[in-house]
């Protein structure tokens, strides 16, 4: 069954995103292992794992996953930023798997104008030498971007050679909902979910899809705007919603909400409320 969750906050240890997701009544949730806007990443105590496992168990929240900070860019042709990127990526993988995470879900960055052929041998490279790098228990996850400022990933043909080439069960991709109509999926409506999924299955594999990134889309589908918005409250809409959960790809996933939220404070208890009456609605169809 779908399972409803959301971005929540660490402040004040790993554990106490537990609380936070019951609070609003998430399943299940993403976490950053630091600032998203910072190269340096948490330094983890042992009991705080211990107490963030111990609660996850409890309470039945989970799987958890790691969002990569905001910085990294494996395209990028600067080699003190690829250096960052790199290490940031390693320490994030390191940490999924400490706090018995999945994985952790990434931006792999911009081309900046370079374009996509110029920067993808250094991407499957880069790819490579993470997971060479990090415990095998820790997925690395690929998400699809909206295409915006050269985001690499907008296209499934895109994401399919790298998750191809790097030749490791250990790549996933996580389908962000906003990011998938922005780049011109038109996941909104049935015709157009059966043809995006197509697509996906035909260059990526739906076995490598691993999780949601449930927001709906302030901009109008094409628009390669990544501006999301509350659930219901954007062009993608709950019946948008209904139509996604209903279809086979997604039974069993993980949804991470990551919307502004109804009093711009982030994912809130309304939106997760929202969710599951549509996940109940597409139970019937």
Request: charged letters at 25%.
């Amino acid at each position: 069954m779908i399972r409803i969750g959301a971005h929540v906050s660490t402040s004040g240890g790993t554990h106490t995103a537990i609380g936070r997701a019951l609070d609003i009544g998430a399943e299940t949730i993403q976490v950053f292992s630091g600032s998203p806007k910072a190269w340096a990443r948490k330094t983890y105590k042992k009991d705080e794992v211990a107490e963030f496992k111990k609660l996850s168990a409890e309470h039945d929240v989970g799987p958890a996953f790691i969002h990569g900070l905001y910085l990294i860019n494996l395209a990028s042709p600067k080699p003190e930023q690829l250096e960052k990127s790199f290490n940031a990526l390693v320490d994030e993988m390191t940490a999924a798997s400490l706090i018995g995470a999945k994985g952790v879900i990434f931006h792999l960055g911009s081309h900046q104008g370079a374009g996509y052929d110029a920067c993808v041998e250094q991407l499957i490279d880069q790819c490579q030498k993470v997971l060479t790098a990090t415990p095998d228990d820790a997925w690395l996850i690929l998400e699809n971007s909206a295409g915006m400022g050269g985001g690499i990933g907008s296209k499934f043909s895109e994401l399919g050679r790298i998750v191809r080439d790097v030749g490791s069960d250990r790549v996933k991709v996580c389908l962000d909902t906003c990011h998938s109509f922005a780049a011109n999926y038109d996941i909104a409506s049935p015709k157009g979910l059966a043809a995006t999924m197509a697509e996906f299955e035909g260059e990526i594999g739906l076995d490598r899809l691993v999780a949601v990134h449930a927001n709906d889309s302030k901009a109008e589908l094409g628009r390669g705007l990544d501006r999301h918005a509350n659930i219901g409250e954007g062009h993608i809409g709950r019946e948008g919603f209904i139509n996604v959960m209903s279809h086979h790809a997604f039974a069993d996933l993980p949804f991470l909400l990551e919307v502004p939220g109804f009093d711009d404070e982030g994912p809130d208890a309304k939106n997760v409320a929202i969710l599951k009456e549509l996940r109940a609605e597409a139970l019937k169809r």
